[in-house]
């Protein structure tokens, strides 16, 4: 069968909205509910919206519905609870998704919109063992644009990306790094490399690249380090050995500006 559900608007307890879903659509293959298999066709999601916040506490609107631990059921019902829920999706795609972000927790705050969110996912089992195909892209309000192909399992979890995100503007970020570094950064970021997580390696970059154009570092107002282009590649990671390794580095018309005070 079909399920369609429209104009869904789920909202906290403050009546906060967290969720606005347009449009779901749901193809149902055979099934057997009663012996907890479900075997889902295709999910279809579009223009679905997120409001995603972080008050100046540090906590986040979605963590304000997780309900409370409940204790422990006892043993009879665990055993009533071991037969495991098996879920099929032969297609998941999100269409033209949005995520509003704001974030007060950092002084300043930062705020941004990404748009034009699009999922793929194929083949997606709770119990599969093979690699589950995974595409995303998306836009946010600065052009900034990100791209991921690659596979994922849930158990035991793991990733396989190759990922590329282009033109950030990093002076945009000033409040994640005012702390370090207390200006805006010139200039705008783009990164790409192949990202693994897995029981053997809790986090793997290689073949990453980094470019960053118009660099900019200010002194003060009038004084600062300015770098045309810079471009590192063969990056890589490796947080199980500690290790980090550069392959190139190039820099492209430098100039610096600044002077001596008087003593």
Same mark, same amino acid.
């Given at each position: 069968?079909?399920?369609?559900?429209?104009?869904?608007?789920?909202?906290?307890?403050?009546?906060?909205?967290?969720?606005?879903?347009?449009?779901?659509?749901?193809?149902?293959? *055979? @099934?057997? *509910?009663?012996?907890?298999?479900? /075997? +889902?066709?295709?999910?279809?999601?579009?223009? +679905?919206?997120?409001?995603?916040?972080?008050?100046?506490?540090?906590?986040?609107?979605?963590?304000?519905?997780?309900?409370?631990?409940?204790?422990?059921?006892?043993?009879?019902?665990?055993?009533? &609870?071991?037969?495991? %829920?098996?879920?099929?999706?032969?297609?998941?795609?999100?269409?033209?998704?949005?995520?509003? %972000?704001?974030?007060?927790?950092?002084?300043?705050?930062?705020?941004?919109?990404?748009? $034009?969110?699009?999922? #793929?996912?194929?083949?997606?089992?709770?119990?599969? /063992?093979?690699?589950?195909?995974?595409?995303?892209?998306?836009?946010? #309000?600065? #052009?900034?644009?990100?791209? =991921?192909?690659? /596979?994922?399992?849930?158990?035991?979890?793991?990733?396989?990306?190759?990922?590329?995100?282009?033109? =950030?503007?990093?002076?945009?970020?000033?409040?994640?790094?005012?702390?370090?570094?207390?200006? *805006?950064?010139?200039? !705008?970021?783009?990164?790409?490399? @192949?990202?693994?997580? @897995? *029981? $053997?390696?809790?986090?793997?970059? &290689?073949?990453?690249?980094?470019?960053?154009?118009?660099?900019? +570092?200010?002194?003060?107002?009038? $004084?600062?380090?300015?770098?045309?282009?810079?471009?590192?590649?063969? +990056? @890589?990671?490796?947080?199980? !050995?500690?290790?980090?390794?550069?392959?190139?580095?190039?820099?492209?018309?430098?100039?610096?500006?600044?002077?001596?005070?008087?003593?």
């Amino acid at each position: 069968g079909d399920v369609y559900k429209r104009q869904l608007d789920i909202r906290d307890l403050q009546q906060e909205q967290l969720f606005f879903l347009p449009l779901l659509q749901v193809d149902i293959a *055979p @099934s057997q *509910p009663l012996k907890q298999q479900l /075997h +889902l066709a295709a999910v279809r999601v579009y223009n +679905l919206e997120v409001q995603l916040n972080r008050d100046r506490q540090g906590e986040w609107n979605h963590a304000r519905m997780v309900p409370a631990k409940a204790e422990k059921a006892p043993a009879e019902d665990q055993e009533d &609870s071991k037969t495991p %829920f098996k879920l099929l999706v032969d297609t998941l795609n999100i269409r033209d998704g949005v995520v509003f %972000f704001k974030d007060n927790f950092p002084a300043g705050g930062f705020r941004t919109v990404a748009r $034009e969110i699009n999922i #793929d996912v194929n083949h997606f089992a709770l119990d599969e /063992h093979d690699p589950i195909p995974l595409a995303l892209s998306l836009k946010t #309000d600065r #052009d900034e644009t990100v791209q =991921i192909d690659g /596979h994922f399992l849930l158990n035991p979890f793991s990733l396989d990306l190759q990922a590329e995100i282009r033109d =950030i503007p990093l002076g945009a970020y000033e409040a994640y790094y005012h702390e370090a570094y207390s200006g *805006p950064l010139g200039g !705008k970021l783009g990164l790409q490399s @192949s990202l693994v997580i @897995s *029981p $053997e390696h809790p986090l793997l970059i &290689s073949g990453g690249r980094l470019r960053w154009q118009d660099a900019y +570092l200010a002194f003060n107002e009038s $004084e600062g380090l300015g770098i045309a282009l810079v471009d590192i590649a063969d +990056l @890589s990671f490796d947080l199980g !050995k500690n290790r980090l390794e550069v392959g190139t580095a190039r820099y492209e018309d430098g100039q610096v500006n600044f002077s001596r005070s008087p003593a």
